[in-house]
């Protein structure tokens, strides 16, 4: 009972982060997405290499990881969560797959653990 506890817990931490973005109180992420998408046009094609790690690593991470992408208005769009994120939200007691929540805003994400 308390691995689901603290899985709760853990989950209520994550849909309260994405209540704070999607209600606009974070806008420094739209600076790190600028500086993201410079530094990726400066490096170019050298930095493909290392998205291949980035990637092998987000979806290997013993943290509950969730990437977002901002859209106009400060919507933010969940585009993948990793394993651990689904063995949390699991472990809490809700059936979900990554499938279900790709493509949700946090304003969605959030009625689904509600």
Do not use: K
């Amino acid at each position: 009972m308390l691995e689901r506890e603290r899985a709760t817990e853990t989950l209520g931490n994550a849909v309260g982060l994405a209540g704070a973005w999607a209600g606009g109180e974070v806008p420094l992420v739209e600076h790190i997405a600028e500086i993201c998408n410079g530094a990726r046009r400066a490096v170019g094609r050298p930095l493909l290499a290392h998205d291949e790690m980035l990637a092998l690593a987000f979806r290997n991470a013993r943290d509950m990881m969730l990437l977002a992408r901002v859209e106009s208005g400060m919507i933010f769009r969940v585009q993948l969560v990793n394993r651990r994120y689904i063995d949390v939200v699991r472990a809490a007691g809700y059936a979900v797959g990554a499938e279900d929540l790709a493509g949700l805003t946090f304003s969605q994400l959030r009625t689904v653990f509600a």
